[in-house]
């Protein structure tokens, strides 16, 4: 009998961040669902429980092989010699790692494009490194668009859907969050230069999605990296509105003092509303 975790496959919505987490390789995903490969290779540490945003792993007491870290070395370095990469790869939905994204000289930019990368790759889905963003130089993006305007990306960080965002990911520190409904950028043309800058920029849609987890997960964002200031860009439809009851919600459950700006859209592009609250 010992410690090991347990997947619900009914919760899991295959992001894959569990198998990334999982430094003896445990999990892999299989069919969109994560899945322990074996009791063996599971250390029963739980790396990937708080990685999970669906909450969708978890421990059980069970009779199970114990852990071998013998065999856990051989499957780890099996597979990094059939990928030719220094890590395990993420797998899993589009977008699913964090990932800051760094502002990219043109030539380094070029080489990139050309099929050279500068960490691991992603498997499965394609996007799903947890990266800070910084986009590409502006020279280079006006000669690859052909844009004469050569507008640049304001995005910092990715991914940007608040549900696969690990509420440590490194630049969640001290940030300045945009939560920001999911119609706004599509709606709003000054999105990128007049509200995002600076900002760490998460989305969601308090219609379709289930807004709990979302509150939830807000408040351990703010209270876990000393969040203070907190903009929500909504549209003015009433199922919108949604959107900044679950970000005070959220504030409130946190208990930190936040800086609220609440910026409404109108659906032909315009800023209808601003104002702040003060938590």
């Known amino acids: 009998?010992?410690?090991?975790?347990?997947?619900?496959?009914?919760?899991?919505?295959g992001c894959g961040l569990c198998a990334q987490a999982c430094h003896e390789g445990a999990i892999i995903m299989e069919n969109g669902k994560a899945k322990l490969v074996s009791d063996s290779y599971c250390d029963g540490l739980g790396d990937c429980i708080g990685e999970?945003?669906?909450g969708a792993i978890s421990f059980e007491?069970?009779?199970a092989a114990p852990y071998d870290e013998a065999a856990v070395k051989a499957r780890m370095a099996a597979k990094k010699a059939a990928e030719g990469h220094d890590g395990p790869l993420p797998c899993g939905c589009p977008g699913s790692m964090a990932k800051e994204l760094k502002k990219t000289a043109?030539?380094?930019h070029a080489e990139k494009a050309a099929g050279a990368h500068d960490g691991p790759l992603p498997c499965g889905c394609s996007g799903s490194?947890?990266?800070?963003?910084?986009?590409?130089?502006?020279?280079?993006?006006?000669e690859k668009t052909g844009c004469c305007s050569a507008q640049e990306s304001e995005l910092i960080n990715w991914p940007v859907q608040l549900r696969l965002v690990p509420t440590e990911a490194p630049y969640l520190k001290d940030a300045h969050l945009l939560i920001a409904a999911d119609c706004t950028a599509f709606a709003y043309p000054g999105f990128h230069p007049d509200l995002l800058p600076g900002k760490?920029?998460?989305?969601?849609?308090?219609?379709?999605?289930e807004t709990e987890p979302y509150i939830q997960k807000l408040s351990e964002i703010i209270t876990k990296n000393g969040i203070r200031k907190v903009d929500v860009a909504y549209m003015e439809v009433p199922c919108c509105g949604g959107l900044v009851?679950?970000?005070?919600?959220?504030?409130?459950?946190?208990?930190?003092s936040v800086t609220l700006k609440l910026i409404k859209l109108s659906l032909n592009g315009k800023k209808l509303e601003t104002r702040e609250i003060f938590s």
């Open 1 to 13: 009998m010992r410690k090991i975790i347990t997947i619900d496959e009914d919760k899991c919505d």
């Open 52 to 54: 999970c945003p669906r």
């Open 61 to 63: 007491m069970r009779e």
């Open 106 to 108: 043109p030539a380094a």
């Open 129 to 142: 490194m947890v990266q800070e963003l910084k986009g590409a130089a502006p020279a280079a993006h006006a």
């Open 200 to 209: 760490i920029c998460l989305v969601g849609c308090p219609k379709l999605d």
């Open 245 to 256: 009851r679950l970000v005070e919600d959220a504030v409130t459950r946190s208990g930190a």
